[in-house]
Each structure stands twice: as C-alpha cells, then as structure tokens.
C-alpha cells in the first residue's frame, strides 16, 4: 500500500513539474493550446487524488481508526491539495488571458465610424 502511495504521489509531482514548463508560464503560447493540456492535467490529477484517498480511507480502516477521526493515522494529501489549487490558478490565469485577448482581436477588427460631424 505504501509503495502504491509513492507511485501516485510521484505522478502528481510529475503533473505539477510539467505544469510547471516554460510552456505554461510563456505569454506567448497559444492559450487554447495551454488550457487544453491544463485541462488534461487537471483530469488526471483528479483521478489521482480520487486513488490516492481511497488508499488513504484504506489505510486508516487496517491501522483501526475511523475515517476522519482527529489524529487519525492517513497519508498526508497536502500535496495534491496545493497542486490542486496550484493547476486550478493557472487555468484560471490562461482562460482569463484567452478572455481578453479574443476581446481584444474583435476589438481590433471593428470598424469605426465617426460620431461628431465636427470631428
């Protein structure tokens, strides 16, 4: 079980060290292309962290304590957690910067017109 635990706990490294690149902090990168593998990695981070507290509530139930007792013996999903959070502001970011730059592409292809005939 512990051994299992290491080997997901190295894939949500491994998520967070990818998500991490210079491809997900360069503004010049295509957003669509930054979200959808943002969205990739948030799926599989996902179903990591569904594994990783079904062994979690595993552990605790041999060890002999009731799951979600105070002080109960678990593994620490601190990490996840913080990639979590971590993968969740950086696709936000992304979708944000997306947002504004097709708001500013429309706003270039507008046509103006003048308002004021003294102008």
């Not at 894939?11 to 491809?23: F, N, Y």
């Not at 109960?72 to 696709?91: H, I, S």
């Not at 936000?92 to 504004?100: E, P, T, V």
Request: contains cysteine.
């Amino acid at each position: 079980m512990d051994a299992a635990h290491a080997q997901l706990e190295n894939q949500v490294k491994d998520i967070r060290a990818r998500t991490s690149a210079s491809k997900f902090n360069d503004p010049e990168e295509n957003p669509e292309d930054v979200l959808r593998d943002l969205k990739a990695a948030k799926t599989r981070l996902y179903e990591l962290e569904k594994h990783l507290s079904e062994l979690n509530r595993c552990r605790q139930i041999l060890v002999g304590t009731s799951s979600g007792a105070p002080g109960a013996p678990g593994y620490d999903l601190e990490l996840v957690n913080k990639t979590r959070l971590y993968l969740e502001l950086k696709f936000d970011i992304w979708r944000h910067k997306d947002n504004i730059q097709r708001t500013i592409d429309d706003w270039k292809s507008t046509q103006f017109k003048k308002v004021w005939s003294f102008l």
